[in-house]
């Protein structure tokens, strides 16, 4: 995808590049105290800067992309590719999606998972897949618009 593949309205959906880190880090703060990983349950600083390299480290299957608007970044999505047992090709997972306060309710988000969507189609993979917390009304709101609910539920077990 190159910078002037996919815009939406004002934005520009582009792959993250080195020089973005600056801009990426606070959106990447903000997902994070999100999800209430903030302060005392923060992640490390090993965990943002381990995350940040494997955007361009060419053998790991983590990808980023951003939602850019006057210089200014508006929103972050995170997505890799995995194998699968019901497929052959590999399988998109859509890992993070964050926009910034200002930009939501403008399409930023919708554009930030079509970015996402065509990378997936364009590395052949049979479907792309997400999921978000039960309280993230808002934002089932869109997710209902550009896919559908598979119905399953995740568990998971922290070690």
């Not at 959106?27 to 600083?45: C, I, K, V």
């Not at 969507?117 to 479907?127: F, K, T, V």
């Not at 997710?143 to 539920?153: C, I, L, Q, R, T």
């Amino acid at each position: 995808m190159n910078a002037e593949s996919l815009m939406s309205g004002d934005s520009i959906i582009r792959p993250v590049t080195r020089q973005d880190y600056d801009r990426w880090l606070p959106l990447w703060l903000g997902y994070n105290a999100f999800y209430g990983r903030s302060g005392a349950t923060a992640l490390s600083p090993e965990i943002t800067a381990m995350t940040w390299a494997r955007f361009f480290d060419a053998y790991e299957p983590v990808h980023a992309l951003v939602a850019e608007s006057d210089g200014e970044l508006l929103g972050l999505t995170h997505y890799l590719f995995h194998r699968s047992t019901t497929a052959i090709a590999p399988v998109c997972y859509l890992q993070d999606l964050f926009t910034s306060e200002a930009a939501r309710g403008k399409g930023v988000g919708r554009a930030l998972i079509n970015g996402v969507y065509e990378q997936a189609r364009l590395a052949g993979s049979p479907r792309v897949y997400w999921q978000t917390h039960e309280t993230n009304l808002t934002a089932m709101q869109l997710y209902n618009k550009v896919a559908e609910h598979s119905g399953f539920v995740v568990y998971r077990k922290i070690f």
